[in-house]
């Protein structure tokens, strides 16, 4: 296949099949080379997405850019070869499809009719095809079939009547249904940015003589950890010395200011080969992070950013909790928890099925969503189903001033800091944190737990640091594990009780880095159907539940005596002290002794290097895996 050409003349385009997009989008204004202040963000976003890339400065009135397929890689070594123009005004763009191939030409920016405007764009742009049809009417050509080209050609054909971006932006905006985060430059105006957002995500980095724009702080946290986190249906401008932020009607609004609690060495590898690794490292300190303050004076559990009254929690008579994938198996978790403490009923549903399913909804259901990065959009849509039937929400996420937080009643941030791999790991495990600090909150407020007993859980789960730590330094043996097992084209995953979501985890996780078959089931599901599946030698990790629960260790053994019989190689995660598991072991990993509602704390911990470490060795991007982005942010 010929190499690329150099993408600089709007006439290169040719029309393509419909695109939406999924992405991590950078703008800049200040004393600096834009261009560069723009790659280095799009650096840190490259988790969102990264099928294209492309850059778009503003020069001598001109819009200058590139775009290419493929990783953030090639567009900076096409810009290495052939250096844009300097600039200190500029955008840039960083994709995951959702329609339509990942080619140079369906990359973003997108450019008007003229090219007088540049535009990115992260969502859907749901009434693109009526629009489209009126500017076709109108003779305006089309060079490709993206909802973002149409939506710069209308910013464009606005800025011709209004002769300010800013102005032309709302008016664009009010055309606009669906999903977006447009940001966008004016060829002949390279003092502003100007950006505007519905539905989708969008933060101001407010620097001294110089301003950003990103999807969320990492795309500027090298040059400010001040930031502005802006409403819904807002738009804002940005110049040196000025952001300026309106309604879409062009009233003046108010962004909420916040400074970042992280910096830059956090979302940097610190020496490691994966982000994903890195991350699994910092579980110990995630954990003690998300504890940290739960305390009041009288040792009572607090949770000061649940802004609901306990009489609130009081009346509630049933929960929902809703998430998505590694989020979902959290919320698995969370059912035993919080249904164990507090006897309320507890749901877990996929978000994407919640609303479509009518579910039942009133002022005394509290829809729990857990969420890491506040943006899934999924998870984004049940929560506004759910508050519309009047239900209250918490939310449980990683991500402050995201999307999710900001529109529930109260959150329950989970201090992860940032996870920047595609596969969650840290975020995951403090969302179990959050999940049982949540549980024993409501039995607290509704008496239906003793302080001590409370307490006690509160202590163990202040051990969960050291025993995560313990779990990492046995490291090498799971690698050492992954290497025997470097062949498997099949992986299975049995566990029960809390250990069922475990074992989903186990396989999402194998899924998604190592691109083998991998399933989780609930062991006692096995001989339902799934253990015709088994044969010689499949390896099958068999997640075994602590002692103290006789019965549940039993059944468990039972089911790994099943596929043993049948030819499995057993590699079985089982508490300390439990000697008598050896006999039904090909491989044993100690586990830590926990009660059993807090196994998956330390029990998910091999089973992500286990998967880190086979994907390495398998040479796949463990950071970035295919098909895959971070923050799913398209329903
Ligand atoms: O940001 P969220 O927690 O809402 O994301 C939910 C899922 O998309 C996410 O957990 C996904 O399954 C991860 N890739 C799992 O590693």
Not at 44 to 56: F, M, P
Request: net charge negative; glycine share 8%.
């Amino acid at each position: 296949m010929a190499p690329p050409t150099r993408l600089t003349s709007y006439a290169d385009w040719s029309p393509r099949p419909r695109l939406g997009s999924m992405c991590g989008i950078v703008g800049y204004v200040g004393p600096k080379q834009a261009q560069n202040v723009v790659i280095d963000g799009l650096r840190r976003l490259e988790y969102r997405g990264y099928d294209s890339a492309g850059v778009a400065l503003v020069v001598d009135g001109q819009i200058s850019f590139d775009k290419r397929a493929g990783k953030l890689a090639n567009l900076e070594k096409a810009i290495a070869e052939r250096p844009l123009p300097a600039s200190t005004t500029g955008i840039g763009h960083t994709r995951w499809a959702t329609h339509g191939g990942p080619t140079d030409a369906n990359a973003h920016p997108h450019l008007g009719q003229t090219g007088r405007v540049a535009m990115v764009h992260n969502g859907i742009i749901e009434n693109f095809a009526t629009l489209r049809a009126r500017l076709e009417m109108a003779g305006h050509e089309l060079r490709s079939e993206t909802d973002t080209e149409v939506a710069a050609h209308i910013l464009e054909a606005e800025l011709d009547k209004f002769g300010d971006l800013t102005s032309a932006m709302q008016a664009a905006c009010r055309q606009l249904e669906g999903a977006f985060t447009l940001v966008a430059v004016d060829a002949q105006d390279p003092t502003k940015v100007v950006a505007a957002r519905r539905n989708s995500p969008l933060v101001v980095g407010l620097g001294d003589g110089e301003n950003f724009l990103g999807s969320d702080v990492a795309a500027f946290i090298e040059h400010t950890r001040d930031a502005l986190e802006l409403g819904q249906d807002q738009v804002v401008t940005i110049t040196r010395d000025a952001v300026e932020v309106t309604t879409f009607d062009g009233a003046p609004a108010q962004g909420r200011r916040y400074h970042v609690d992280w910096d830059l060495s956090a979302a940097e590898k610190d020496g490691f080969d994966w982000f994903m690794r890195k991350e699994i490292f910092e579980q110990p300190r995630a954990i003690a992070d998300a504890l940290l303050g739960r305390h009041a004076q009288d040792g009572r559990l607090q949770l000061d950013e649940v802004r609901m009254s306990d009489d609130e929690l009081r009346t509630i008579d049933k929960i929902i909790i809703v998430a998505c994938g590694t989020a979902f198996y959290a919320g698995l978790v969370a059912k035993y928890a919080i249904e164990h403490w507090t006897r309320i009923p507890c749901e877990v549903e996929l978000s994407h099925e919640f609303r479509y399913r009518d579910p039942i909804l009133t002022r005394s259901t509290l829809v729990v969503a857990v969420s890491q990065s506040g943006e899934t959009a999924d998870t984004l849509m049940a929560i506004r189903h759910a508050r519309e039937q009047r239900a209250k929400v918490l939310a449980i996420c990683n991500t402050n001033g995201s999307t999710i937080p900001r529109e529930s009643d109260a959150v329950i941030y989970t201090h992860a800091g940032p996870e920047i791999g595609v596969a969650s790991t840290k975020g995951f495990m403090t969302q179990l944190v959050a999940a049982y600090l949540l549980g024993l909150y409501l039995a607290q407020v509704r008496g239906t737990m003793y302080g001590e007993e409370i307490g006690a859980v509160i202590r163990e789960l202040g051990e969960a640091p050291d025993q995560v730590q313990r779990l990492l330094d046995e490291a090498p043996a799971i690698s050492d594990l992954a290497a025997d097992m470097r062949e498997a084209r099949s992986v299975l995953f049995l566990g029960r009780h809390v250990g069922f979501p475990v074992a989903l985890e186990g396989a999402l996780k194998l899924k998604e880095l190592a691109y083998i078959h991998a399933e989780g089931f609930a062991a006692g599901e096995l001989k339902h159907g799934p253990i015709a599946l088994i044969e010689e030698g499949l390896p099958v990790f068999c997640v075994v539940p602590p002692g103290g629960r006789g019965q549940l260790r039993d059944k468990m053994i039972s089911a790994i005596q099943e596929v043993r019989a049948r030819g499995a190689r057993t590699i079985v995660l089982a508490e300390d002290g439990d000697e008598a598991i050896a006999a039904y072991a090909d491989v044993v990993v100690r586990l830590p002794k926990v009660s059993t509602l807090l196994q998956p704390l330390v029990a998910v911990v091999p089973l992500q290097l286990f998967a880190c470490e086979l994907a390495s060795l398998m040479g796949h991007d463990v950071d970035q895996p295919r098909n895959l982005a971070k923050s799913v942010t398209v329903e």
